[in-house]
């Protein structure tokens, strides 16, 4: 089953704001709002940030916003800290086969 | 606060068998649905199974179905995942999750599995 799609990497300078996207189908992103995403620190779990496309998850920050257009969603982060410093990965549910997919993950380094 | 810790990782060879378990705490586990999901060694996430609340339902991804079965003991607060015909390829580390609104949170540490001869 194919990964939705990331950028590999990504970086920005502390205090400026970057945008992660996440690219699937009309059988994933695009044909519902089940779209959530991830941080994850070196030799850690994931911590779940966003559900629903838009939807924080309790005690996140909120520098981390989602959003979604026909079959790309997106996280921004503003206003980096070097504590964001990790990869991020999006996932989706794939109705056509009744599973979930997680994208390709994306490493976000703060110059 | 919710929490998850997985256990019964270790080194199996081809075509060996593994019984992975997964204990819950912090939350009422009967309430949720509940996946496994894992990460090969430095590559990124997938999910692997879920099973309803009362286990009556339940969903695989493709390349683990007919030889990875997930199950439940909501008495126990537990999450099992019974893995079968194991291959190179399955070797990763193994998190369990709760079910959260179409995402998944509580993750645990993971229990790392490898297959190997």
């Known amino acids: 089953q194919s990964a939705l799609t990331q950028p590999a990497s990504m970086s920005g300078s502390p205090g400026q704001s970057i945008t992660i996207s996440c690219t699937g189908t009309?059988?994933?992103?695009?044909?519902?709002?089940?779209v959530s995403w991830y941080q994850q620190h070196p030799g850690k779990a994931p911590k779940l940030l966003i559900y629903?496309?838009?939807t924080r998850h309790s005690g996140v920050s909120s520098r981390f916003s989602g959003s979604k257009s026909f079959n790309t969603a997106s996280l921004t982060i503003s206003g980096l800290q070097a504590e964001d410093e990790a990869d991020y990965y999006c996932?989706?549910?794939?109705?056509?086969?009744?599973?979930?997919?997680f994208g390709t993950g994306t490493t976000v380094t703060v110059l | 606060e919710p929490q998850t810790a997985e256990s019964g990782g270790g080194l199996v060879p081809p075509g060996g068998s593994l019984r992975l378990s997964c204990t819950s705490s912090?939350?009422?586990?009967?309430?949720?649905?509940m996946s496994w999901a894992r990460q090969a060694p430095g590559k990124g996430l997938e999910w692997v199974a879920n099973?309803?609340?009362?286990?009556?339902?339940?969903h695989y991804i493709d390349s683990v179905k007919g030889r990875f079965t997930i199950s439940r003991d909501n008495a126990k607060n537990s999450l099992y995942l019974q893995m079968n015909s194991l291959r190179a390829e399955d070797t990763a580390l193994y998190y369990c999750?709760?079910?959260?609104?179409?995402?998944?949170?509580?993750w645990g540490q993971g229990t790392l599995v490898t297959v190997s001869s």
């Open positions: 099973i309803k609340p009362d286990g009556t339902n339940i």
């Open positions: 009309s059988s994933d992103i695009g044909g519902h709002n089940y």
């Open positions: 912090g939350f009422t586990f009967s309430d949720f649905w």
């Open positions: 999750a709760r079910d959260w609104q179409w995402g998944f949170d509580s």
């Open positions: 629903e496309v838009t």
């Open positions: 996932s989706s549910y794939r109705s056509t086969t009744t599973s979930f997919v």
